[in-house]
């Protein structure tokens, strides 16, 4: 189903770090998971469109019209590292 | 080995000139205070909803009219998801699999997709703070972010780096043109990337490519192309092969340096943004698209050259300012039967200079020389009543304080001498003051008579027609 | 003061406006009620007077106190949708359902708690602690909506608001013996309310009555500007009056039935099958030849959709940050491996593999297309039938930790709940009686699942109405509860 892996691929690209159990128990649970939705991948659904949404509507627009934006102290408020009016992060460049 | 030729395709960025953002009512900016331009939307907060901005729609179906595209009847959002600070929500909203727009052409160059999406925040980075491994940090500002943006993918069919900057010379003239768009590629409104390969010349299939970033303006564009196709020649010619990056162009060194990638292996995980419903232009939409079209540079340039006989550069020089062009063609109007490149000779060469020379802003259309009063002064010259030294004079005049040329001309007393006897009286005396410059012309020496022409213009300010001068001279020799 | 609270909210809307009883006296007796929570059903309470609990004096429900689920954002009060990660988390917004109803002259009584971003059937998944069933402690209240379902059950609150992905309405109203209605996607705005699965997650009452429901409904549902993919309800909800169910069509899928649910359950829902014939309905067999895939599909669509949700919780603009002083990734990875629990890593997982280069035919493309089939197959069953109905899940409420390490026996839960989800249609759960867990031990509430056409809630509404009246649940039963005298049959 899913090896040990794709499942730490998949960690990299969802940001998650696994312990080594947790990988373990990832490699079962999701395999499980996966035997049963792969169910669905033996029906025969040539031509059926695909539907990612049920409303039927199409063109909902926002008039191109300015509303004030928030203080920035409030915004900042909630911010882990505010800094000089802004959200400092850890560099990407750091090694 | 054959001789390697050069293929380029463009990947523009231009940020549309709405008022606000694409998915939220935040106004757009350039160079404010950080994140004063920000709402729980474009800071993507829990539970927030996008709301796309119509104009932005609208903007990018002139884009895409202009461009010559299809419009798709029903084009839908994706989200292209990857982690990265200047992506509030880690992902971005744009088009996949159906862009707004495709298959066009400017020029001879075809258009792949013009797709909508929206602008990234604006990263800072700053100095290292004593972290334990951390080599400093960054700051960000969200002002930028959620930027209407139209993405413009051209096909691989430039052939050299100073051709592919000529043409996004021509898409840039064209998009500020639709005015949609600042399109001021040191603030960033617009945005160019290549994505450049070498081929045996010849070959059909492409070459590896990479793809080149960060080039600010025109000229480090067509610089960077030039390095890296350099680069990409050596590497081959000595048996080296090119792998697949995306290089970072410093403008100061020239230097062309690899990127890291934001999400490795670049796995986007594209689905439909279900937040989002489908865009279906309607009638309505696409005909105030086509009728908010002006004549775009490259259909005039076509026309000038087709129609008006003009040579390339002066059909560019005008249609690359729509002012001028339109003062041109109400100049042609007013002067009927005056030859096409003769006017334009007028408007791009004596006026532009005049016009120069005066430290007049605002060009042709702004001076005191109306087309018509520009008319009549050809018309004037053509019909040799006044000299084409004169006309300058007059032109000058005109710069300066408006007004009839004819009235000029009788001020200043500039009119062309049509009394031959006159005239006759003046050559003689020249020849006579001149006997060595007589003397050399005899002995066959022709150039010596442009002494004896001189001459009696200065006596006559100009006044004379040259050429009815050496006749009289050559009368008698 | 607390037969106050054994008042439905549609007869306490009267007592108000008619002055028998002040709206102060009346919230007060709330406020003390939810003070004393022992279901640990609430993550934050109003207090008297606090800020955020006030509503406007007047409007159609004024002083009428509210419990909401804490997914819906509200201004300046925490909101954690359950999780860790957004610990001390204070919007500067309030969600449009709740602006809507404070509007109306609601007032804030609490945020109750949850499954960690919606994410379970059971609220064992809160990182705030699992909250109880008021029938029996050793029970789940099922979830994700369980702390919703509680203090309405638990009379902790005259009524609440909660949200439906795939279940997590009407399944905890279903163990908790009260009513819970998933209405038509798009019928109320979701802005502000903290997305699990963008095209599947819908805004709901939890209450004691269908009366109470839509009353309710009437003032949550509307289009609004903010939420591109809201419709509201055309005409508004009116409170429904019906008494019988003559003329009207129910339809029993065949390939639902035949599914293993249990006897106890069953037995109510023949019963309930029999009420509805007493009441001049007609009960028909349906085929929705698709539905049984519903669960696979769905645990496709929704991880896939809150894989891509989820991102945001980064620690870069609000919420929790750890590993700040290493480099970015490092500061993602320890964010979000601490700041997430077991089940919204799982589900963060399989929806990250279901999208991923390779698997994403397989996989979402697929699952979309099984959505399709599942939503001509109803578009099929009602040209026959004027509703769908279903046991709402296949069992009561089973115990704390009972299916805690089984992934997969908690997602089939969500069997009868999921296609409805899928296909965007509105469901009402209504309690149906009481049966005995498959393990012996006290009776537990039973939920009645019916099923109408998009929009179709005001007709939804009236026959539900109709049938709650035939069976009287809310009349004959309610949990034991300490602290009100007299108390239930258990
Ligand atoms: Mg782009
Ligand atoms: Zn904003």
């Known amino acids: 189903m899913i090896d040990k892996e794709q499942v730490l691929h998949v960690a990299g690209l969802a940001r998650l770090r696994l312990s080594e159990e947790e990988v373990e128990t990832m490699v079962g649970e999701l395999s499980g998971i996966l035997e049963h939705v792969d169910r669905i991948g033996s029906l025969d659904l040539e031509g059926v469109e695909p539907t990612s949404h049920v409303v039927v509507l199409q063109n909902v627009l926002r008039a191109d019209e300015p509303r004030p934006s928030w203080p920035r102290d409030v915004v900042l408020s909630q911010a882990p590292e505010p800094q000089d009016g802004a959200f400092r992060v850890p560099s990407p460049q750091a090694e | ?477 | 003061m607390t037969d106050l609270l054994d008042l439905t909210a549609l007869e306490a809307r009267e007592a108000l406006a008619s002055g028998a009883v002040s709206a102060d006296e009346y919230f007060a007796a709330w406020a003390a009620a939810a003070a004393g929570d022992e279901l640990n059903a609430y993550l934050w309470r109003a207090r008297p007077g606090a800020p955020g609990c006030a509503g406007q004096g007047d409007g159609p429900l004024a002083g009428m106190p509210v419990a909401v689920k804490d997914i819906f954002c509200t201004e300046g009060i925490e909101t954690t949708a359950g999780s860790r990660i957004l610990e001390g988390y204070r919007p500067p917004y309030t969600a449009t359902a709740v602006q809507r109803l404070t509007d109306a002259g609601v007032r804030l009584l609490g945020k109750t708690n949850m499954d960690e971003f919606a994410m379970g059937s059971s609220n064992e998944n809160s990182a705030y602690g699992p909250v109880l069933n008021p029938w029996d402690r050793e029970r789940v209240p099922g979830g994700s909506s369980g702390g919703s379902a509680a203090v309405v059950a638990g009379r902790l609150a005259p009524w609440a608001i909660g949200t439906d992905t795939g279940g997590s309405i009407r399944q905890p109203a279903a163990f908790c013996g009260i009513v819970g209605l998933k209405p038509t996607y798009g019928a109320i705005s979701r802005y502000g309310m903290i997305a699990f699965a963008s095209s599947l997650d819908q805004c709901g009452p939890l209450t004691r009555t269908v009366s109470d429901a839509a009353l309710l409904l009437g003032i949550l549902q509307g289009r609004d500007a903010c939420d591109s993919t809201s419709v509201g309800l055309e005409g508004g909800v009116s409170l429904p009056d019906r008494e019988d169910l003559s003329g009207l069509r129910f339809g029993v899928p065949a390939e639902l039935a035949r599914d293993a649910v249990d006897a106890g359950v069953r037995g109510v829902f023949e019963r309930t099958l029999a009420r509805i014939e007493e009441l001049g309905g007609e009960v028909a067999e349906v085929s929705l030849p698709s539905a049984e895939h519903g669960i696979s599909a769905y645990y496709v669509i929704a991880p896939a959709e809150a894989s891509s949700n989820l991102a945001r919780y980064d620690g870069v603009r609000y919420g929790m940050r750890q590993g700040g002083d290493g480099d970015l990734i490092e500061m993602y990875e320890t964010t979000r491996s601490e700041g997430f629990g077991a089940e919204v890593k799982r589900r963060i997982m399989l929806g990250t593999y279901a999208l991923s280069s390779g698997y994403y035919e397989a996989y979402y493309g697929q699952a979309q297309k099984v959505r399709t089939r599942i939503a001509q197959d109803f578009d099929g069953a009602f040209a026959e039938v004027d509703f769908v109905v279903t046991p709402t899940a296949p069992s009561v409420a089973f115990e704390l930790g009972e299916k805690a390490d089984d992934p997969l026996a908690m997602y089939m839960n969500d069997f009868f709940t999921v296609p409805m989800s899928l296909a965007g249609i509105p469901a009402i759960s209504i309690p149906a009686g009481l049966a005995e867990p498959e393990g012996g031990g006290p009776r537990l509430p039973v939920g009645f699942q019916i099923a109408a056409p998009a929009f179709a809630e005001q007709r939804l509404l009236d026959a539900a109405h109709a049938l709650e009246q035939e069976i009287g649940f809310d009349r004959e039963h309610r949990p034991l509860i300490p602290w009100l005298q007299g108390g239930g049959d258990g």
Not at chain 2, 222 to 243: P, S
Not at chain 2, 361 to 369: L, P, Q, W, Y
Request: with cysteine.
């Open chain 2, 1 to 477: 080995m054959a001789e390697l030729e050069a293929v380029i395709g463009l990947e523009i960025h231009v940020q549309l000139a709405t008022r606000t953002k694409m998915f939220c009512g935040c106004e757009l900016s350039f160079g404010d205070e950080p994140n004063v331009h920000t709402c729980p939307v474009c800071l993507a907060h829990p539970g927030v909803l996008p709301v796309p901005n119509e104009q932005a729609i609208r903007y990018a179906l002139q884009i895409g009219l202009a461009l010559e595209c299809e419009i798709a009847p029903h084009s839908i959002f994706h989200r292209k998801n990857y982690f990265y600070p200047d992506s509030p929500k880690a992902y971005q909203i744009s088009q996949y699999d159906i862009p707004i727009a495709s298959n066009g052409r400017l020029g001879e160059i075809r258009i792949h997709r013009a797709h909508l999406e929206e602008d990234a925040a604006k990263m800072i980075h700053v100095g290292s703070s004593g972290r334990i491994h951390g080599s400093g940090a960054s700051l960000v500002d969200f002002n930028r972010g959620g930027t209407p943006l139209v993405e413009i993918v051209t096909e691989p069919d430039l052939r050299g780096a100073a051709e592919a900057a000529e043409w996004a010379r021509l898409l840039r003239e064209t998009v500020r043109q639709l005015g949609v768009s600042d399109v001021n590629m040191e603030e960033g409104s617009l945005r160019v990337d290549a994505n450049v390969s070498v081929r045996p010349a010849g070959s059909e299939q492409l070459g590896t490519k990479t793809e080149l970033k960060n080039m600010n303006s025109f000229r480090f564009l067509q610089r960077g192309m030039e390095a890296e196709l350099a680069r990409q020649r050596e590497l081959i010619e000595a048996g080296g092969a090119v792998t697949q990056e995306t290089l970072h162009f410093d403008p100061a060194s020239g230097a062309l340096t690899p990127l890291r990638s934001k999400e490795e292996a670049h796995d986007y995980r594209y689905f439909p943004e279900p937040d989002l419903v489908p865009l279906a232009p309607t009638e309505e939409m696409l005909r105030e698209a086509r009728e908010a079209l002006p004549e775009l540079p490259a259909a005039r340039i076509e026309r000038y050259q087709a129609e008006l006989g003009l040579a390339p550069d002066v059909a560019l020089t005008l249609a690359s300012d729509p002012e001028t062009a339109d003062y041109f063609e109400s100049t042609l109007a007013a002067a009927d039967g005056a030859e096409p490149k003769v006017v334009a000779n007028w408007v791009t060469g004596e006026l532009a200079a005049a016009l120069r020379q005066a430290e007049v802003e605002g060009g042709a259309s702004g001076s005191r020389v109306t087309p018509e009063s520009l008319a009549a002064l050809i018309a004037l010259v053509q019909d040799k009543k006044v000299s084409h030294g004169s006309g300058k004079t007059v032109l000058a005049a005109l710069v300066a304080e408006g007004g009839d040329p004819a009235a000029i001309v009788e001020r200043e007393g500039l009119a062309q001498m049509s009394d031959s006897s006159e005239l006759e009286a003046i050559v003689e005396k020249a020849m006579a003051d001149n006997a060595a410059a007589v003397e050399q012309i005899r002995s066959g020496n022709q150039k010596a008579i442009g002494a004896l022409v001189g001459a009696v213009m200065r006596e006559t300010k100009g006044r004379a027609d040259g050429g009815e001068v050496s006749r009289l001279i050559r009368e008698r020799l």
